[in-house]
């Protein structure tokens, strides 16, 4: 569904909540309605938070731990901000800002599952529903403990579910007089206030239930990787004809030996296959897309042709291969004097390069025995823009399991997914949680993986190249379902804990923000109504920064390079 349509149907549910509202349909059913957004409330609960609350010394405890971890994201998160703006400020002086890349694009400011590209929609509404009820049912039980009413929990809705609330009577909670309604003659006996450490643990309380889940989620993602190993790393692509179509050989298989000879890599396959006289006898172990191990014969034709070298999957939009000319389904072959085989040799190249540096780029327009070479010289690389530490020139083309080369003495087309590696390199994050780089690997797995595409989870062709192992092999395709589950879970739940950590309202950061300054304030200069304006004061000068701060990281590229 193209932006068009969606904004067609957005606007369509937006008319008919206008009709309802209007009509009172709504109100009768405990629902508000704020433009498009709907606040759907129940009093549903009240009686399990009343049960939970009853251990108060343990949630006191489990907030008061909140306190630090929120003010150590707030300040992480306010550094982060700092930094990145000053290194877009230095990139326009320097005039190497980066060009626009999809984490530009508006759809992906948000991490709506369905909206947002990188959040795969069932494993993100999964993963946003738990973060959304551990967040706010932290809130409410909070509030019960400290004696705070709670009058309603509920979802916020626009088409989808874009949040969640536990309702806290304002009055009690931050000392906001409520409006009363006509009906209400008699005065309402007085309520209690909640002192500035009762609050505080209230706010902190969602941010350390996203954080402690987060933690719960990503032990046991790790934990489990070990129950899936992988079964090869060479698949079948594209089914060329004769002979391997008359053989039963399918797309996305798994190929493991040929001739007994074991396959691990497309370039053993291929330099194998390439030294077969024409009708030779081959036996192929492979393993099919329903997880069964077969042995297929095939006879060899009399083209023996293989072109080695990478297929280019797509082209990154302002990139120096872009302005080449370089286009998707090309077969790189060459850079410079080094021929590319496979993967590891683009890689190892690009690796070796910088920025300003210029290459010769050799490559076929196709993977057809007629395909014609096209050389695109003199191309000049930028800086790699997924990593400001990175001193490697940035060509712009993106590569993918599904690409490869063929043996047409087989009818075979074939790629490489470095199975083995990914899955190691997966498996020593936690190792690395000592030194920044590991961080950087948890915080951006889903949006760049580990070569810049990536990683969405264990779905699609990723799941042909692993099996449960051990315990987890009668699950079958479910340890995937759980592995998934678990990784979105817990990335859900880190980033919205941080971005709830922020110092600006009215985020649950902004609220801890202006009661630690106020109690800070109050140290030096008193309490009074000069340490609340201040307070305000500077509490609405880092929202407006941060706003402003956001808008400017968004907004940059598309200023240096246009929209």
Known sequence: ???????????????????????????????????????????????????????????????????????????????????????????????????????????????????????????????????????????AILCKVEGIRVKSMGILLALIPIGGFAEPDEEQLLGK???KSEKETEPAPPKKVATRSERVRVLTSGVMANFATAFVAFILFFSLLGSISPVGEVMVTSVQGHPAEQAGIKQNMIITQINDKPVNSAEDFLLYTHTLEPGSKVT????????????????????????????????VSGSPAKAAG??????????????????????????????????????????????????????????????????????????????????????????????????????????????????????????????????????????????????????????????NILMWVGWMNFYVGLFNCLPAVPLDGGQVFRDVMASSLSRIIGDGEKVEKVTNAVVILFAVLILMSLVFVAFAPYAAHGF
Do not use: C
């Open 284 to 315: 192929l172990n492979v393993i099919d897309t329903n997880r069964e191990r077969k042995v297929i014969n095939l006879v060899t034709t009399s083209d023996n042709g293989a072109y080695p070298g990478i297929r280019v999957y797509d082209v």
């Open 177 to 179: 007089k409520e409006e």
């Open 326 to 483: 370089i286009k998707p389904d090309m077969i790189l072959v060459r850079v410079n004097n080094t021929e590319i085989k496979g993967l590891d040799d683009f890689v190892n190249f690009m690796n070796s390069t910088e920025p300003g540096q210029k290459i010769d780029v050799y490559v076929l327009s196709d993977n057809s025995t007629n395909a014609s070479m096209v050389v695109f010289k003199n191309i000049e690389l930028t800086r790699y823009p997924y990593d400001p530490n990175a001193r490697k020139g940035f060509l712009g083309i993106s590569y993918a399991p599904d690409v490869g080369a063929v043996s047409y003495s087989l009818g075979i087309g074939v790629g490489q997914f470095q199975a083995k590696n990914f899955l190691n390199m997966l498996e020593n994050i936690p190792s690395l949680l000592n030194r920044v780089e590991g961080w950087v690997y948890l915080f951006s797995l889903p949006i760049f993986g580990f070569t810049g595409n990536g990683f969405p989870g264990f779905s699609g062709l990723m799941t042909y190249f692993y099996e449960p192992v051990g315990w987890a092999a009668p699950l079958g395709n479910g340890i995937f379902w759980i592995l």
């Open 1 to 139: 569904m193209n932006y068009y349509s969606l904004l067609l149907v957005f606007l369509l549910y937006w008319l008919f909540v206008m009709f309802l509202d209007r009509r009172g349909i709504l109100s009768k059913y405990n629902i508000t309605a704020y433009g498009p957004i709907l606040m759907v409330r129940t009093q549903k609960g009240q009686r399990l938070l009343d049960k939970l609350a009853v251990h108060k010394s343990f949630w006191r405890t489990f907030a008061n731990i909140g306190l630090p971890a929120m003010l150590i994201g707030m300040l992480v998160m306010f550094l982060l901000i700092l930094f990145v703006d000053f290194a877009l400020i230095r990139s326009f002086q320097t005039q190497t800002v980066p060009p626009p890349t999809r984490l530009n694009e508006p759809q992906n400011f948000f991490l709506i599952p369905g909206i947002n590209e990188y959040i795969p929609f069932e494993w993100g509404v999964i993963a946003l529903i738990v973060t959304l009820v551990v967040h706010e049912f932290s809130h």
